[in-house]
Structures are given as C-alpha cells and as structure tokens.
C-alpha cells in the first residue's frame, strides 16, 4: 500500500481523483492533511466526500449567534455546549440558530414584529434590513404570518447558506411543522448518504425530499440507503469492487475498512451479488448505531415485494371486481403507503404509487393483474371523481342506515374512503398524510354507497387482518393529527400508542414525591387533553382502562392506588415490551406544537407512569425519544419532558 500526503487550503473537502497510478480515497489528518491510500482498481469514481472540522470557525459561527441574537458574548458553557454539536455532527446550522431565536432568553426580549425582522436580516442575511425588505415582511407577520415562517424564509435563503458555508456549516433544512432537532438529524443522516454512496454534496432540493420521506416515516434507514445504491446516479459512478466495499463501510459501519477486511469483502463480491452483500451491511449492528443516533428507524431488508408490485396472490378473486377484494386492495396501498397526488389513481413515480382520494377506488378497476399495467377506464369503470362517484350510486343512504358490509364506499362532499370493517375505513387524505387508516368516527361522513361496478359478495367473511404495528390517525391536537401505532387487538379493541410527544406537561405542579394516581399529568390527560383532542365520535370509542401500580424493576420499588383511566402514559414494562416487539416506536420525535410549549429548552425525555426511587421531588422514570429507559427518573415539575399517550379504542 503506497500512501502519499497532500496539503489542502480548505478543512472541508471532497475525496478526488488522483491521476497516477490508480485512484484515491482520502481522509483527513489533523485539519489540513490528506492521507490517501491507493488500492483502487481504475473505476471512474471515488468512494466518498470527507470532511475536516476547523473549530475555531465554529466557535465563530456560535459567537455570532449570541452576539446578533442575543446581544452578548458567550459564556464559556454555552459555547461548548453549542459548539460541540456541530463539531460532533449533531446539529446543523439552520437546527443552532433555531435554539438561538426561540430560546428563554430571545423569547425574553419581547420584541415587536419588525424587531424581530431586523434581528432576522442581521442574524441571516449578514446586514442590516434595506427599508422595502423590512416593511415587506413586518406587513406579511402584522398579516399573520408566525415567527417560524419568517424564520424559515431567512433560514433557508442563499445568503444564510453561504454564512454557513464561510465557517465551515453544514446547513441544513427547516420545514414548518416539524421539531428542528428532529429536522437536522435526518438532514445530517441523508447528507451522510449523499457523501458516502453518490460521493458528492447534497443538493438542498434531494435532501429536502429525502428528508420528508424519513420524517413521515414512510421510509426506514435501509429503506432509504437502498434507494440511493438502486439510483441511476450511483449506477453511473460504476465503482469497482475496491471502491464499492468502501462506500459500504462509509454508509453502514461510520468507518474505513482496513486491508484485510477490503480483501475478504472483494473476495466475497466475486462469489456473491453486490445486492447479497448490501444486505450484510445494512443489518449491522454499527448501522442501527448510526441510525439510533439519527433518531432513524433502521427497518430491515425486504425481499418480499417492491413497494410498487401488486402481490395478486394475497385476493381471492382477480377475474372480477368485488368489495372483498377492494378491501385487500386499498390495505394494501396503506401498508405500502402509497402518497396522494391530485387526479393520481396508481401511478408510480420515482418507486413510490401516489393516488387521490377517488383515485385509489378507481387504481383497483384499472389495474391489469396479468399485466401490472395501470389502464384508465378499463374494466367497465370510467373516470369518475367523489360527487360522481355518489350521484351515480344506485344504493345508498345516510350513516345512520349503513350496514356493516366492507367495501362499501364513504362520501362527504369532495371526498371519498373505503370502509375496511371493523369500523375502520382507509382513504388517501391528504399530501401530508397521504394514506390514512382511521375510525369512522374520527371524520363527519355524510353517506355510504355501494360502488358503481362492484360485486358485493355478503356471504363470506372478509378475510382477518392483524393491523398490529400498523399507523392508525385518531384525534386532533395542537393543530395536528396525531398519528398511533396500533400494539395490541382484543377482539373489536386496539391499543394505542402515540408516535411523538404531542405537549410538554409537568408530572406533578408540586415539587413532591409523586404516583401515577396521584399526578397532575394523569388528570390532564383524562379531562384537558381528552375533551380538547377527541371530537364526540371520537370519545364514544375511547375506553376505560384499568391500571395497576407498576414496579420499578431496578430499584424494586411500587407504590400507588390502581386507577382507571380513559388516556394514560406508558409504564417502563410497555415500552421496553413494545420497543421490542415495534422497532418504529422506539425512535419518538416531538410534534412541532410540543416543541413551541418547550420555551426554547430542548425535549430529550418523555414521561412513564413507573414509580421510581423514592427520592423528594423524584416522580416518574422517563424515556429518551431514542427508546432508552432511565429507572432513575425525573423530577415531577419538570418542564421539559414530553408527554406520550396510549389508550385502548374500540372501533365496532
């Protein structure tokens, strides 16, 4: 192995081609030198983009942020503290500057509207505001707009990118509605994959798609990884066996490999598929390392069925159109999250179908089961929107005389859904939900009918579906729908548990040893949280639960009253059983409604209603929002821990 050292100008740099011998891939030495290795067998392309970290730029960029947004120098503490999760590849700028601007101490300021658009322009324009900019944008928050919108207009303008890009920054991005530490750890995880399998820097307009895929959880981390070694992209570099091993080791295990394990890996590529050989990587326990850190599920390999296969062995009857079969169709799209795109009935862009609320009943009439090709107006059924879709019904009726017959379809003006059984119904709502799973009672429909075209088979039973694990949208809460995961089925009963942290509320007002039963938070939740988030739908099928006092394992330590309740919280026992057996909910983000009543301060834990030491003013064990359980808990009047509900519905 021949090394050779290279002097560069910049602490960030991108791995180059070195025209000798062979090609290179290099990593940083220190801040300024390059040590690149040469083994490559002579592809086109190198493995991956390296970067060097200047901390006394850093520590500049911090500085600023206190200087302009706060009005003074740093104190020592807080510039470590800032600055080492950017060194530590924690943050982004846009997630640093956002801790700045909605901190205790800005809020703290009380600044007008055009104050406050001032400190914008100084903060990420680098100048001062010219007198047309400033009115414009005092006008559009004295109109309404919010601080995060104005926020995110400067944030994510050219001048604040190249600010970041002059101390050494990795941007990132900001959207409206999404936690901002929740937004730079899955920028700065897709920004890893662009580097590691494309060799190249993200562009903002990739790493915002790709982001929103993971932050909807409709992708996991290998999920995602797969689609960038899948991209005609990374095709097109054509590495050779050397260099695709090192791409591997970068994306998956965080780490170079060394020559003996370069060697066994291109060996194993000879007898093996470079997709065998992804799997092997993509499973490892360094990459849900990676992931864990990322507050990204990891998921698994599927070798079953592309996302955008239709399986036509999974329905009873492909030579008709009948409701049983619809049902297993749009199941189907819902649990291989198909996303909605107006006047879309199954089309497949970019590896993922989209349809729109009438588009996914006509996807079932116009797909070919010989073919897999999506036909319009084939199958006896022609293009048909909502309205049509319920004038041409010849049986129909309002809610209050529809049977329970799955398949049948639900109209309210301007949108339809499929009810599944059991009292569920799937639709494609929205773009920001796309395909949703829910109770009937969670929407107003106005009527049912029988679909125009559709057999309806009512002597034989629809066909059992387990929708454990399955997203399920019950309730409305701080602006937002809140989203469960179904963990448990009792016969007609689901258990709920919540996917984020929907507020932020102390366990207890009083600083003083509390339980469960006792807890100001449990009152909350069945009074406040249940009249507020439920429509009265809604809360007809929310049962009463029967809680026991739960034991802390560790320090063997119970105590309290058994409480019946309507919402609860996790115990420790829940969440280490269905952390375990849901890998997707041990990784818990804050809504951006929580985030807002957090004050600035940082949401790291969430609340389990499992008793801990009885120590004074400890209350309750918490969760990190990455799953870890901590038996030593947290004082009850906390601030800054997260609430996370669960209850069990019944949806029949």
């Known amino acids: 192995m021949k090394k050779i050292k ?11 081609m070195i025209m000798s011998s062979g090609f290179f891939t290099a990593k940083i030495e220190k801040n300024d030198t390059v040590i690149a290795d040469e083994y490559c067998d002579g592809c086109n392309s190198v493995a991956s983009v390296t970067h060097g970290v200047n901390e006394e730029k850093i520590n500049g960029f911090v500085t600023r942020l206190y200087e302009v947004c706060l009005g003074r120098t740093p104190d020592a503490a807080g510039l470590k503290s800032w600055a080492d999760t950017l060194i530590n590849d924690e943050a982004t700028g846009i997630c640093v500057a956002y801790g700045f601007v909605f901190s205790n101490e800005f809020q703290s300021k009380e600044m007008s509207n055009e104050e406050y658009v001032k400190c914008m322009y100084r903060a990420f324009l680098g100048r001062d505001a010219d007198a047309d900019g400033l009115a414009a944008w005092t006008k559009a928050m004295d109109d309404g707009a919010s601080r995060q919108q104005i926020f995110k207009g400067f944030a994510m303008s050219p001048e604040f990118s190249m600010i970041c890009d002059d101390y050494g920054v990795f941007r990132g991005d900001y959207y409206i509605g999404v936690d901002a530490v929740q937004a730079s750890q899955v920028n700065l995880f897709v920004r890893r994959l662009y580097e590691d399998v494309l060799g190249r820097e993200c562009d903002y307009s990739g790493l915002e798609a790709w982001s929103l895929v993971l932050i909807k959880k409709e ?15 990374f095709k097109e570099r054509n590495l050779c066996n050397n260099c695709y091993v090192d791409s591997l080791y970068h994306s998956f295990l965080g780490r170079n490999p060394s020559d003996d394990e370069r060697t066994t890996w291109t060996d194993a590529l000879a007898k093996n598929s470079r997709a065998k050989i992804f799997e092997g990587f993509a499973e490892s326990t360094e990459f849900t390392n990676i992931c864990e850190k990322y ?7 599927e070798n079953k069925i592309k996302a ?44 993922r179908r989209y349809a729109d609320c009438s588009g996914l009943i006509k996807s079932y009439f116009w797909y070919n089961f010989e073919t897999g090709a999506m036909k319009p107006n084939s199958n006896g059924f022609t293009q048909a929107s909502s309205e049509v879709m319920w004038a041409e019904a010849k049986v129909k009726g309002n809610m209050s005389t529809m049977p329970d017959t799955p398949g049948l379809g639900l109209w309210r003006p301007g949108h339809v859904a499929v009810y599944i059984g059991n009292g569920l119904f799937v639709d494609s709502a929205n773009s920001s939900i796309g395909m949703r799973m829910s109770t009937m009672r969670a929407i107003d429909w106005q009527g049912w009918f029988e679909i125009k075209g559709l057999t309806y088979i009512r002597d034989e039973k629809i066909p059992e579906f387990d929708f454990r694990g399955s997203n399920i949208y019950f309730g409305q809460y701080g602006g937002e729908v809140i989203s469960w995961t179904i963990v448990d089925k009792k016969d007609d009963n689901l258990l709920l548990v919540a996917n984020n942290v929907i507020d932020v509320v102390p366990y207890d007002d009083a600083e003083k040893d509390t339980t469960w039963d006792r807890s100001s938070l449990r009152t909350w939740l069945n009074d406040e949280f249940y009249e507020n988030a439920f429509n009265d739908g809604e809360k007809s099928l929310i049962q009463t639960t029967t809680l026991e006092p739960e034991r802390n394992t560790k320090y063997n330590y119970s105590v309290g009253s058994t409480t019946k309740d309507k919402i609860y919280i996790l115990s420790a026992a829940d969440a280490e059983k269905y952390f375990k057996e849901y890998s997707s909910l041990k990784v818990c983000n804050p809504t951006a409604y929580a985030s807002s009543r957090s004050g600035g301060e940082i949401i790291s834990n969430y609340w389990l209603r499992t008793p801990t030491q009885s120590n004074v003013h400890n209350a309750s064990t918490v969760a990190s929002l990455k799953g870890d359980i901590d038996y030593s808990g947290n004082k009850g009047e906390a601030t800054n821990v997260g609430v996370r509900p669960m209850m069990w519905i019944k949806t029949a």
Request: overall charge neutral; charged content about 20%; hydrophobic content about 35%.
């Open 219 to 233: 992708a996991t981390g290998i999920k995602t990884a797969e689609g960038f070694y899948n991209s005609s992209e």
């Open 6 to 16: 290279l002097k560069i100008a910049s602490a960030v740099m991108s791995a180059c």
């Open 308 to 351: 955008t296969d239709i399986d036509k062995g999974i329905f009873t009857d492909t030579s008709t159109r009948n409701n049983i079969d619809l049902v297993i169709w749009v199941i189907n799209a819902y649990n291989q999250r198909w996303g909605y795109r107006y006047a879309s009935y199954g089309n497949v862009d970019n590896g």
């Open 295 to 301: 507050g990204i599920v990891r998921g698994n390999i």
